[in-house]
C-alpha cells in the first residue's frame, strides 16, 4: 500500500495527448518501502509516449509504501503501476 505518491508532471506535453496512453512501470520496493528501482514494461520510440514514460519513472521513484511483511520481517516486493494519460488528467492503479 502505498504511503506517498507522487504524480508525473506532463503540463507540457498534455496538447500533445490523443485519447488514452498507457504506460506500465515495474517497481522494486526495498525493505523499508522506498522504491529502489524502476523500469517501463514496454519501452516506446514514439516521442511522446517515451516523454510520459520517463515522467512516469521520474514521479514512481518518489513514492513510498508501507513495508511488505512476511510475519514480522519487512521484505522487498514489486508492483507494477500502470498509468493512463490523457490530456484530461493522469489516473493509475497499483497491482501486484
Request: proline share 6%; hydrophobic share 40%; glycine share 10%.
Amino acid at each position: 500500500m502505498p504511503i506517498r505518491q507522487v504524480a508525473p508532471k506532463t503540463a507540457g506535453i498534455r496538447n500533445r495527448i490523443y485519447g488514452e496512453i498507457p504506460i506500465e512501470v515495474r517497481l522494486h520496493i526495498g525493505k523499508n518501502g522506498k522504491v529502489v528501482g524502476a523500469r517501463l514494461m514496454n519501452p516506446s520510440r514514439d516521442g511522446v509516449q517515451s516523454y510520459l514514460g520517463q515522467r512516469a519513472l521520474e514521479a514512481v521513484r518518489r513514492w513510498k509504501f508501507q513495508p511488505v511483511r512476511v510475519g514480522k520481517q519487512a521484505v522487498p516486493a514489486e508492483r507494477t503501476v500502470r498509468f493512463r494519460f490523457r490530456r484530461s488528467g493522469t489516473l493509475w492503479a497499483i497491482r501486484s
